[in-house]
């Protein structure tokens, strides 16, 4: 697979029934933790765990009005 293939492949996008199917499969199998979408586990992979926490608290706070 060359890097232009790897790059379609990864940035496909979910329809509704698949990121639905993805989303319910590991909330039927009681997963703490549903990450649909190949692109999304892949980065969910390789980013820090400190990042993954500050991005999320930047995003709560700017949802909160805060």
């Not at 989303?23 to 586990?41: D, F, K, S, T, Y």
């Amino acid at each position: 697979m060359d890097k232009k293939e790897f790059a379609t492949w990864a940035i496909e996008r979910l329809s509704v029934q698949q990121s639905v199917r993805e989303g319910l499969q590991p909330l039927n199998a009681n997963e703490m933790e549903v990450i649909p979408g190949r692109l999304n586990r892949v980065m969910n992979m390789v980013t820090p765990g400190l990042m993954k926490r500050l991005m999320n608290g930047k995003m709560l706070k700017s949802g909160n009005g805060l």
